[in-house]
């Protein structure tokens, strides 16, 4: 049996084109894309996930492999799916961030462990945060989700070698600012809490000025401010299901979909 090379140029676009793309997105997307994962096991999920998207997927209408054009087509679609994959990325960021002010303000900020989806030193709290987050994210299924958008961005920006408009990059760094309102809000009631608290030392400072205030003060500190964290843990599913209509949001405008 003998196929014609047009056909297996064919073939060989249809699936190494859709690779880099989900590839892409699957190396940055939360949970999936953290250092601990080996890069072997997100290559091999690339790999069977493009395989049962691919007869889904419409035919690739750019087929010069072996072409200058070529390595621009590849950076399109790595930029795409990277995009794609940050917006998840920017979902658990956010509460990272509220725990490391949480952390910050309640002195918990000296209990530090690595990170092991970033590979750096963050407070504990923060760390409890993204675990959470995380959890949350594949309870609402939001793997799932991530490889229903990045199908989606085929039927609504196929490869043809178009670029992506530039505002889809700009939303991105737009929405940054909704990441860090979100971590602010999460971590506001404790704050103000703590702001109180401390308010009320001060006041016994004046009042009893023999009375080492430092001392006592930071461990009834340190416990406050664990007891503060679980009182308000109830407000984190509210600002989770805030913060992931938003990344459905900000995904459905970067590929064109209807939210």
Sequence with gaps: MEFPFAIVIQWLSDFLLPLVRVSSMMMVMAGLGAQNVPSRVKLAMAVVTTFALVPALPQTQFTDLFSLSM??????????????????????NTFVIAGQILATQTGLGFASVVDPANGLSVPAVGQFYLILATLLFFVFNGHLMMIQMVAFSFETWPINGEWWPVDNYWDILMWGGWMFSTALALSLAPLTAMLVMNISFGIMTRAAPQMNIFSVGFAFTLVAGLMIIWATMGNFITQYEFQWLKMVELMCGMIGCSV
């Design 71 to 92: 390595i621009f087509v590849v950076i399109q679609q790595m930029l795409i799916g990277i995009a794609i994959g940050f917006a998840s990325l920017l979902l658990l």
